[in-house]
């Protein structure tokens, strides 16, 4: 494993399109929230829906891969990275969809998207990817904007560690770290496998361990109203099929690193659609964070 400083790789496909995709993979993720608070079944049951819905678009794009010509075989060595990578996002959807009953969307979203930390180090350590300066600046820079925005909630926090707004807490810093596995394991499994075969093999794995969670929780599975439908409807076409799918794709051009602080962007995301629907509104505080988490974005853009 190498240690010597790399800069962020140049992709072999148009920078601005990859990042572009990136961006927009992330914007469709921040929705996810909306969408669990209008889906009227369990945390669980919401992550097997996700899937279940995407899976469709995903068959479709995995066969489009197939017939192009050069797409080959795919690489047994891939087996294993997409296991974990499925695996670890059961796992994140279940924590983050669970913490949306204590705690606020913003909450939830910026908390969950701590994961960069993890990622940066993971691929690091992992991957031999070492960050170069500017991508630490970038983190430090997000992870500040993020701490501005988590702050004015947790100052206000009361009742025991382990109840209401702190649980929700706990569940999304154990999501980001669900997440953070997701993001690397992914990022190893572009290297032999096509994006819309890891999507549709890690989502068909996580909606199965999701329905199983679901029953041996004893959550409602069906949605009561056509509200909940298309929730889970969205959750699966906007948040997951297109959310997952882009970043998955693009995740072929930037390093883990990289491509996890740009992830930081579905929290503001979060924040402002709260904001516009539920009526969360955003302190001084929280704006300011999410200035600092665009400038992050766009110095990973230049990196």
Excluded: K
């Amino acid at each position: 494993m190498t240690t010597a400083a790399i800069d962020l790789p140049r992709p072999a496909a148009p920078a601005l399109a990859m990042f572009l995709a990136l961006l927009a993979g992330a914007t469709c993720i921040g929705f996810s929230g909306v969408f669990v608070r209008f889906a009227d079944v369990g945390p669980a049951a919401a992550g097997f829906w996700r899937m279940a819905f995407a899976l469709p678009l995903l068959a479709a794009w995995t066969a489009a891969e197939r017939r192009r010509p050069s797409v080959g075989a795919a690489h047994g060595t891939a087996f294993w990275p997409i296991a974990l990578a499925g695996l670890a996002f059961s796992v994140d959807v279940v924590l983050y969809n669970a913490s949306l009953a204590h705690t606020t969307i913003a909450n939830a979203s910026l908390l969950g998207n701590l994961s960069p930390v993890a990622v940066v180090l993971g691929g690091w350590l992992l991957l031999g990817e070492r960050p170069s300066r500017r991508v630490l600046g970038a983190l430090a820079l997000a992870l500040g904007g993020a701490l501005m925005l988590v702050a004015p909630q947790l100052a206000g926090a009361s009742g025991p560690p382990l109840s209401g707004g702190a649980l929700g807490d706990m569940l999304a810093v154990g999501a980001a770290f669900a997440y953070a596995a997701y993001i690397i394991a992914i990022r190893r499994a572009r290297d032999s496998a096509e994006a819309g075969r890891i999507g549709l093999i890690s989502s068909a794995l996580c909606g199965a361990l999701c329905l199983a969670a679901a029953l041996a929780l004893g959550e409602t599975l069906l949605p009561a109203s056509l509200a909940g439908w298309l929730a889970v409807i969205a959750l699966g076409v906007i948040s997951h099929a297109l959310g997952q799918g882009l970043i998955t794709l693009s995740l072929g051009s930037y390093g883990a690193g990289a491509a996890s602080l740009v992830m930081v962007w579905p929290a503001l995301v979060s924040v402002l659609a709260a904001w516009a629907i539920f009526g969360e509104q955003p302190g001084p505080a929280q704006a300011f964070g999410g200035v600092a988490i665009l400038a992050a974005v766009l110095l990973v853009r230049r990196g």
